[in-house]
């Protein structure tokens, strides 16, 4: 921060195992990329080059090179994986990942069915080499996975070796622990939370009021991913109550009593 405020929540600070941001990068620039990590690069913990773009993006050693000289763990969208697994070709993936300077890397079947057991299996195997995040939940509308499935496939993913597990939204923010108008599916990550621990899982809000659901809910330091490069400090600002959004969860009863703005009744 610039200045010293009063009734700030303590950030944790990087290296952290929660608080976590994680943020997308659909197809930056290098310049572009240089901007955001000029302002952002104490607050983004996670890079992920989305879904596919990797392996079409000019210039990517470079970019990769640009986000890990400033501390920043960078992985490819699970999808990639998903890309080369259905084509039997891991080994090539693995290479890529490998020629790419690498540590991170995601498991995940969003787009595809992978049995679970041979998911944990991929996980355990790679985990031994590489940090591994493994995402739970369809990128599919209309495919519902119950809550008891939901937690098993957390807790054996984690089992297995995950060091977080994603729960899906896709970048559209309408799916898996979202309802489709993209509203949270609390009863869903209620039922999560009772069987996985917070800090465990990495929650994908792409959209602001989801953004703002899980922090008022859990507090600044919630693990989020799937953030726009442009919408990093927007949710810094969201996790300190420096956006109206937020503004009084920090403050004393005594000193936001009454100040409250509240919507005008309807006498009539």
């Known amino acids: 921060m610039n200045t010293s405020l009063s009734y700030v929540p303590e950030r944790t600070s ?23 990590i000029s302002l952002n690069a104490d607050r983004i913990d996670l890079l992920k080059l989305g879904f596919g773009t990797s392996i079409i993006t000019p210039g990517i050693k470079d970019k990769v090179k640009i986000y890990q000289d400033a501390g920043i763990e960078v992985y490819c969208g699970g999808t990639l994986f998903e890309a080369f697994f259905i ?27 992978i049995e679970e057991d041979e998911k944990c299996e991929i996980i355990h195997k790679l985990s031994k080499n590489y940090k591994v995040l493994s995402e739970v939940g369809s990128k599919e509308a209309g495919i519902l996975i119950s809550p008891s499935k939901w937690t098993s496939m957390m807790r054996k993913e984690l ?13 559209s923010g309408n799916v898996g622990i979202y309802r489709p108008n993209g509203s949270a599916h609390t009863a869903l990550i209620r039922k999560i939370l009772a069987k996985v621990a917070l800090e465990d899982i ?15 809910q859990f507090g600044a330091n919630v693990n989020l991913g799937n953030i726009g490069p442009w919408d990093i400090i927007p949710l810094e600002a969201l996790r300190l109550g420096l956006r109206g959004d937020t503004f009084f969860d920090h403050l004393p009863v005594s000193m936001a009593k009454g100040l409250r703005q509240e919507p005008d009744s309807d006498d009539e």
């Open 87 to 113: 084509r039997r070709s891991l080994d090539d993936y693995l290479k890529f990942i490998d020629d790419l300077g690498l540590n991170c890397l995601e498991v995940s079947d969003g787009s595809m069915v």
């Open 159 to 171: 089992e297995a070796g995950s060091w977080k597990v994603i729960a899906e939204a896709r970048e």
């Open 14 to 36: 990087k290296p952290r195992n929660s608080g976590l941001t994680m943020v997308m990068d659909k197809g930056l620039s290098l310049r572009q990329t240089e901007d955001v």
């Open 202 to 216: 990495l929650w994908e809000a792409p959209k602001k009021a989801q953004q703002v659901w899980f922090i008022q």
